[in-house]
């Protein structure tokens, strides 16, 4: 038989349903998956029995798995996915595309009944695994797995034996292999059911790691990130300082380089937060003009921080900075659609932060029925209110798909720069169009003393009501801060 025929037998048995199995794919037609995969819409209630899935087939691609020369490479970005096969002993199932569609609500996921069961997953290209990231259907129990790779789908090797998932997470465990680091062209989930009864659900199966090296332009000397793990235990998120930064920190579920050069960030809805007094999470850098020098503090009229040339002499002689410039380009890859209207679809991907207001705030907005995302800011009078301004579409609930929108993945430029009391805010499309506001600031109390500046970029979830893993994306591409 040929390597072309037995692959397509192979996926044929992914159109056949078996009724051992319970299938959990209510998938809302948002549009905001980033993918092209097409899944039908069942209720739990459905008889999938006759269910068929064809929507990946033209995904699956006969590899050479003759080669078996090991990889060796610097990244730890995603893996994709192409198909998915359960090979346990009397069962099938056509709808494994939820365990990888990029879809993390909780109305896409997969489930089994039974345990063991054994899906064989393969990858568009042999790859070097060194990271995974499983989002479960339900986080109040300890789900039981295990992970091994292949060269060839017949010889196995165990990357993970013994996995159990903790209880009660906010967020998803990263999952490092570090030592174990293995090439292979397929994957094998084992899941064995959890602490309650022998279901396994799984909302989302990620595979981190490589097949090519890769790299990014961005100096991240003067900057550092902020992310939604609170590993030193202090209840607030952690900071990732700028030398840490700037010599290859990342972290797969909220911080990499990208197969194309730019630098990832991805915040889901849930985890630690920067104060007591923000209400969202995020994956954001905070400019740091002291670039490690730790001698000069964070906060403060000083060389970590900017001032406007409105500012009184004095300060404008003590700061790091007057004036500043902004340049960034970006394409955001995904957003929320889940949660309260007024806050699904939006993301913040750039702001001028002062001591404790914002002097601009940059958003993105894509609501699930437009195919287009929105981009508006706010300007936040000192001690006083927002004052909101739209530059693409508008930022309404229910607004309707704006015709020069921007689409997810779609790279875009911006510029937000300051000069005294004027602020503009300028976005330009890759096609060439321009959009731009400026904002007086004159009677907005910036100018006054005591007043310092720094920039932010990344993402910055503005959604804290839609599903426990419902996330917004961003790809960076470039990010240049001038004073």
């Not at 040929?2 to 051992?20: N, Q």
Request: aromatic content about 10%; hydrophobic content about 30%.
């Amino acid at each position: 038989m040929s390597r072309a025929l037995y692959i397509l037998l192979t996926f044929s048995i992914l159109l056949v349903s078996c009724k051992e199995l319970s299938f959990h794919n209510e998938q809302k037609s948002t549009g905001d998956s980033g993918t092209k995969t097409n899944v039908p819409v069942e209720s739990e209630s459905q008889d999938t029995t006759n269910t068929e899935d064809t929507s990946n087939t033209d995904k699956v691609t006969e590899i050479d798995i003759s080669d078996t020369t090991p990889l060796s490479c610097n990244g730890s970005y995603p893996i994709t996915i192409v198909s998915a096969e359960n090979i346990t002993t009397g069962t099938t199932d056509a709808n494994l595309t939820h365990l990888y569609d990029s879809d993390k609500t909780n109305d896409s996921y997969w489930q089994s009944e039974n345990t063991p069961q054994e899906i064989v997953m393969q990858l568009n290209n042999k790859a070097l695994l060194k990271d995974f990231v499983i989002s479960w259907q339900k986080q109040d129990v300890n789900n039981y797995f295990e992970i091994a790779s292949s060269l060839d789908k017949e010889n196995w090797q165990p990357l993970i034996t013994n996995g159990q998932s903790k209880k009660n997470y906010i967020i998803a465990d990263k999952l490092s292999l570090n030592t174990n680091q293995q090439t292979a062209y397929f994957l094998k989930l084992t899941l064995n059911g959890n602490s309650l009864n022998n279901q396994s659900g799984v909302i989302e199966f990620e595979a981190f790691g490589c097949h090519q090296d890769t790299q990014h332009d961005i100096e991240l000397i003067d900057w550092y990130l902020s992310v939604q793990t609170d590993e030193d235990g202090n209840g607030k998120s952690d900071s990732i300082k700028e030398s840490t930064l700037s010599e290859g920190y990342e972290d797969p579920r909220f911080f990499y380089v990208s197969e194309d050069e730019g630098l990832v960030f991805s915040s889901t809805i849930k985890g630690y937060k920067t104060s007591e007094n923000t209400s969202y999470v995020r994956s954001e850098l905070r400019e740091m003009l002291r670039k490690g020098n730790s001698s000069h503090k964070t906060q403060g009229v000083n060389k970590n921080n900017w001032v406007f040339s409105s500012a009184p002499q004095l300060d404008q002689n003590n700061a790091g900075g007057v004036d500043g410039i902004l340049n960034v380009d970006v394409a955001v890859n995904h957003v929320t659609s889940t949660g309260e209207d007024y806050q699904i679809g939006r993301v913040i991907i750039g702001q001028i932060h002062a001591n404790d207001d914002e002097p601009v705030r940059l958003y993105y907005r894509k609501l699930p029925n437009n195919d287009k995302g929105s981009i508006y800011i706010a300007h936040e009078i000192l001690d006083g209110d927002d004052s909101y301004y739209s530059l693409i579409g508008s930022r309404d609930n229910s607004a309707s798909n704006p015709t020069n929108g921007i689409e997810l993945n779609e790279k875009f430029s911006y510029q937000i720069k300051v000069v005294g009391n004027e602020l503009t805010v300028t976005i330009t499309k890759d096609n060439g169009d321009v959009f731009s506001k400026t904002v007086d600031m004159s009677k907005s109390g910036y100018d006054k003393g005591g007043q310092y500046m720094y920039f932010k970029a990344g993402v910055y979830n503005q959604n804290n009501s839609g599903d426990l893993h419902d996330y917004v994306q961003a790809t960076f591409y470039k990010i240049e801060n001038l004073h």
